[in-house]
């Protein structure tokens, strides 16, 4: 276990609703980024947070936003939800202010989001 | 630019060894190897900066070849345990950014 906790497991929205993902990093870590992975591929970069900014952003339009907290926990906001977004959408938190050549990331179990 | 992975899917026994490659055309600057068992969180196993090093612990073990941008992942000696989808996650030269770029996967299926 990486201590890495996200919520919820799973959810079911409809098209055109909004959602709201989270994600608790590990003790110590301050750093979090967000994944999006679709059944069979690998994880894509959704985009991070250091100290509560967005440091670096994938290929994914606005309707993706984010925020951390404090505490440097994170949410992941998704509005407009289109099938597509149906994937396992995966957080993963790193020590701070270490880009990861130097250290990895370590993830967390996933929220799994079905859009009907 | 998604880094390519080799082969998609393999089959071993328990005993026999597997290599898992990741190829890339852009520059490396460092590349990380992740397992995910299906419907768990990829699990760190090692990175490898460029430099050409290699490393290992236990039986899995790693090199990464600059002049070749690639990396090359050494399972010996299988165990049923192995089993998971193996992804390459790498971080570009000069990209200036904290984000892994992960390849689409390499299946592997260890059976008795």
């Known amino acids: 276990e990486t201590g890495v906790t996200q919520s919820p497991t799973h959810l079911i929205k409809t098209r055109g609703q909004q959602v709201t993902l989270r994600c608790s990093s590990q003790s110590g870590h301050n750093t979090v980024s967000w994944y999006q992975q679709a059944l069979g591929q690998g994880p894509q970069f959704i985009f991070q947070y250091y100290r509560e900014e967005e440091n670096g952003r994938g290929n994914f339009p606005p309707r993706f936003s984010g925020l951390q907290f404090p505490n440097y926990s994170s949410e992941l906001n998704v509005n407009a939800l289109e099938l597509d977004d149906s994937a396992l959408y995966l957080c993963?938190?790193?020590?701070?202010?270490?880009?990861?050549?130097?250290?990895?990331?370590?993830f967390g179990p996933g929220t799994r989001l079905t859009v009907l | 630019q998604q880094p390519v992975q080799s082969p998609q899917a393999v089959i071993l026994r328990e005993g026999e060894d597997a290599v898992i490659n990741c190829s890339s055309s852009k520059a490396l600057y460092s590349v990380h190897w992740y397992r995910q068992k299906h419907g768990e969180a990829p699990v760190f196993l090692m990175i490898l900066l460029k430099g050409g090093e290699q490393k290992g612990h236990d039986k899995i073990s790693a090199s990464f070849n600059e002049k070749k941008q690639q990396s090359s992942l050494y399972l010996t000696a299988s165990q049923l345990s192995y089993s998971g989808t193996y992804f390459c996650g790498t971080e570009y030269s000069g990209a200036g950014s904290y984000q892994l770029t992960f390849g689409k996967g390499t299946k592997l299926s260890v059976i008795p």
């Open positions: 993963a938190s790193s020590r701070p202010g270490q880009p990861v050549s130097t250290d990895t990331q370590y």
